[in-house]
């Protein structure tokens, strides 16, 4: 009989000890949380209604799934994670918009989103940093990167430079010799008085850049779209005899007044409305050009091909060489 008792006082024993534990917390229940230090006062509802998978909420349901944390002397449950992160994560479960200050970083909210399993937060983090690193990407470079980096790299490496967002970047008086610029966005630069002798230009966008005084020497500058820039008193004329190549380059309402372009390949160029008053032009290649309201007045074409050459309403005024001496009826 004994034995049967101890038996059974066994089996009470067992079954005690899987009896799962019950949290009984109202829903409408006040409660504070000590995190990092930090106390916050919410309610279960708060930590329940928005995320019932999340960490938080398994803590305080009543399904026994996760028994709360340790309290602290005034009665908050204690959770040793960062308060700094918590307070935007706490405000998203009371009212559904993540709102944080410029000076949090969102990486680390995304961090206690992730431990606490607010997946729905976590997933708009996510996007978020996304569409900011996109951002940064895109970001022009600064004249101190730019500089930066030519210091860092050895006179006998190429520098190259294509592709890159450089857009209103301050560019002026530096040397940017033999420096690959293919593609490269550099509208509304400012590269006036720079050295850009032997690079490439091709098809970099130039649009409203100023480059006044440059030296462009031998640049290699096919289809660059230079709209609207600001060229006036530029050296491109290369004492070796070899060519700047800018063929198919936009100058549509260009200022290249007063620049040395001898020899310079402008074969269907669109030059429409610019202004090449005073250019020197001997040699220059305009083949196809379109010079439709071009002022080239006082300008030297001497030997300069204008063979298909657009020279509708162009001002011709006060030329150095006539135009009958340049290669255009001959």
Not at 28 to 57: C, F, H
Not at 277 to 302: H, M, T, W, Y
Request: with cysteine.
């Amino acid at each position: 009989m004994e034995s049967d008792g101890t038996a059974e006082n066994a089996s009470n024993v067992i079954a005690v000890r899987e009896a799962p534990i019950v949290n009984t917390f109202p829903s409408n229940k006040w409660i504070k949380l000590n995190v990092g230090g930090q106390i916050y006062t919410t309610t279960i509802d708060t930590l329940v209604g928005r995320e019932p998978d999340s960490m938080l909420a398994r803590m305080f349901l009543q399904d026994g799934g996760m028994m709360p944390s340790e309290r602290d002397e005034q009665g908050a449950y204690l959770i040793d994670r960062s308060a700094r992160y918590f307070e935007p994560i706490i405000n998203y479960l009371r009212h559904g918009e993540f709102v944080c200050e410029s000076h949090i970083s969102l990486k680390g909210v995304l961090e206690e989103a992730r431990f606490f399993g607010i997946y729905s937060l976590v997933s708009h983090l996510e996007e978020k940093l996304s569409e900011q690193e996109q951002l940064l990407d895109d970001r022009p470079l600064t004249r101190m990167e730019v500089i930066k980096a030519i210091i860092q790299t050895s006179a006998i490496t190429e520098l190259r430079f294509q592709g890159i967002n450089l857009s209103g970047a301050d560019l002026r008086k530096l040397d940017f010799r033999n420096i690959n610029f293919k593609y490269a966005n550099m509208s509304r630069c400012n590269l006036s008085h720079t050295n850009l002798n032997y690079c490439c230009l091709e098809r970099a966008d130039l649009q409203y850049a100023n480059l006044e005084c440059a030296q462009l020497v031998s640049v290699r500058g096919l289809c660059a779209n230079m709209e609207g820039a600001n060229l006036r008193g530029c050296n491109f004329e290369d004492p070796t005899g070899v060519r700047t190549n800018l063929e198919g380059v936009n100058l549509k309402g260009a200022c290249l007044e007063s620049s040395n372009m001898a020899g310079v390949n402008l074969r269907v160029a669109n030059l429409k409305n610019a202004n090449m008053k005073n250019c020197n032009l001997r040699a220059a290649v305009l083949a196809g050009a379109d010079l439709e309201r071009c002022n080239l007045s006082g300008s030297d074409l001497q030997e300069a091909n204008l063979r298909g050459a657009n020279l509708k309403d162009a001002e011709l005024a006060l030329m150095v060489t006539p135009l009958h001496m340049s290669q255009a009826i001959r």
